[in-house]
């Protein structure tokens, strides 16, 4: 247990430089690009987005579950089936991906200055680390990569016409992943064999069953914004594409608890550990997860209007409204991923984990089409919204039979009356502060809103913020 925690500390010291960063870099680069350079970069990194998806081929969920399933003796072959299998798709992929630049893309230069960013997946073998719970690897090397990328952005972004160094930047840092494989032999007990290399199917079939609606989800996180682009334009794209960039590095953070446990609910399971255990595990992961996701969610509605003018300036104002609505991805993607992370993946329930990406791909398509072209980002925003919120539906519904649902969702009616209530005092609060300095007005508006909904969980005892309270007094008493 003291592994896992020190593993969540790492991530969480990661994640929140993951978000931080963002901080620093985007005001920069949507004042030196602006709208329509940085639409059109949102719109070039859909599709290899999509890609790496494919690439990765299932390995950051079930590679990383076989692994930690794995026996040590088992461990060099086993990871070398898996990733024999990473590298043939891969390879198909991208010979397949240049092919259609030339033949069928506009912005062909574009385009090709991503081969490098899907390479680097080719090489990316963090699931191994991350299956042997040795999230320390991981960080470093992301952290490196963001560093890098930060660094070089202010060094050679300058003007509009610098998209293809921010795109270069941003692709060619990805092959870093080459780092994983140093020393590799001594995470895996010996050296690697050739003949260790074989296509394995049953890997191949177990792997494709996660890949496939891995491939659903991105047509709603991230084919969405292809479409946003090409019926909306690439300025409705820039206000959709940054506000959901926004949300999504908060999900980002929020859902790292479930990265780390994913691997150790999946020893349980392997270990026949009690039922009684593992509902414990998923219910404190969701109060955990709510608590913060709601918290996060709550800040960002709130402070929408000023924040994307002072975040990323004024042309970006009307994305205010479009930050507001979007906001609700937060708490409906953290809290349905602990039941798809932390349980049906770690059970191996494949159709469980798969129909909802499934139902979401379907919705956000139709819905897209739909609102799109009257809409334009606003349409968009409320696609996302209700697609996610049917996928988190749809998460819950299919494992009804499997879990003790009274008994998870216990008081959790307490964060969300203290969410509704902090939202409702804050939204009346915003409009009277008014310093003269969005900055300023910013931080009194989240001060307030977070003592609002502290002090609300606090008279309602809830039974999580009273654990927080117990450890951090247990531990600063000694």
Same mark, same amino acid.
């Given at each position: 247990m003291r592994k896992t925690m020190v593993n969540i500390v790492y991530n969480a010291l990661y994640q929140v430089m993951a978000l931080m960063l963002p901080i620093v870099v985007q005001p920069y680069i949507t004042r030196t690009l602006g709208r329509e350079a940085v639409g059109l970069n949102a719109y070039i990194n859909s599709i290899p987005v999509l890609l790496a998806v494919i690439i990765m081929f299932g390995m950051n969920q079930f590679g990383a579950r076989a692994i930690a399933q794995a026996k040590p003796e088992e461990l060099p072959k086993r990871f070398a089936h898996l990733w024999f299998i990473q590298l043939t798709v891969g390879t198909i992929t991208i010979l397949g991906y240049v092919a259609a630049v030339f033949l069928f893309l506009n912005h062909k230069a574009y385009f090709l200055l991503e081969v490098p960013f899907l390479i680097g997946y080719i090489l990316d073998i963090s699931w191994l680390f991350i299956g042997l719970g040795e999230i320390k690897s991981v960080v470093t090397r992301n952290t490196f990569i963001k560093l890098a990328i930060t660094a070089s952005l202010f060094i050679f972004v300058h003007k509009p016409s610098d998209l293809w160094i921010y795109l270069l930047i941003n692709s060619v840092t990805y092959l870093a992943n080459i780092v994983f494989w140093l020393g590799l032999d001594k995470k895996l007990g010996r050296r690697l064999k050739h003949t260790d290399f074989a296509f394995d199917k049953i890997y191949f079939r177990g792997a494709l069953m996660v890949t496939i609606p891995s491939i659903a989800v991105q047509l709603y996180i991230s084919f969405d914004q292809t479409l946003v682009g090409q019926i909306a334009g690439n300025t409705q794209l820039s206000y959709y594409g940054q506000s959901q960039m926004i949300a999504r590095a908060i999900i980002t953070v929020v859902g790292s608890v479930s990265t780390i446990l994913m691997p150790k609910m999946a020893q349980m399971m392997a270990n026949d550990t009690a039922h009684s255990e593992v509902v414990k595990l998923m219910k404190t992961a969701l109060d955990y997860t709510m608590l $913060?996701?709601?918290?996060?969610?709550?800040?960002?509605?709130? #402070?929408?209007?000023?924040?994307?003018?002072?975040?990323?300036?004024?042309?970006? =104002?009307?994305?205010?409204?479009?930050?507001?609505?979007?906001?609700?991805?937060?708490?409906?993607?953290?809290?349905?991923?602990?039941?798809? #992370?932390?349980?049906?993946?770690?059970?191996?329930?494949? =159709?469980?984990?798969?129909?909802p990406y499934y139902v979401g791909a379907v919705l956000s398509i139709t819905l897209n089409l739909l609102l799109?072209?009257?809409?334009?980002?606003?349409?968009?925003?409320?696609?996302?919204?209700?697609?996610?919120?049917t996928v988190c539906f749809l998460r819950i519904f299919l494992v009804r039979r499997e879990l003790p649902l009274k008994q998870l969702f216990s008081k959790q009616w307490q964060l969300l009356l203290a969410g509704?209530?902090?939202?409702?005092?804050?939204? $009346?609060?915003?409009?009277? $502060?008014?310093?003269?300095?969005?900055?300023?007005?910013?931080? $009194?508006?989240?001060?307030?809103?977070?003592l609002c909904y502290l002090l609300a969980l606090i008279v309602l005892r809830n039974s999580t913020v009273t654990s927080i309270y117990a450890r951090l007094h247990q531990r600063f008493a000694r």
């Open positions: $913060i996701s709601l918290y996060f969610t709550i800040e960002l509605m709130l #402070n929408a209007s000023k924040f994307v003018v002072w975040f990323w300036g004024n042309a970006y =104002k009307d994305a205010g409204p479009i930050l507001f609505v979007g906001a609700l991805i937060v708490v409906l993607v953290s809290y349905g991923g602990v039941f798809a #992370n932390q349980y049906t993946l770690s059970r191996g329930l494949f =159709k469980e984990f798969a129909i799109l072209p009257s809409m334009g980002a606003m349409g968009g925003a409320i696609t996302i919204v209700l697609t996610e919120a509704v209530i902090a939202l409702a005092i804050g939204l $009346i609060t915003s409009r009277a $502060i008014n310093t003269g300095s969005l900055f300023v007005d910013l931080v $009194i508006q989240t001060v307030v809103s977070s």
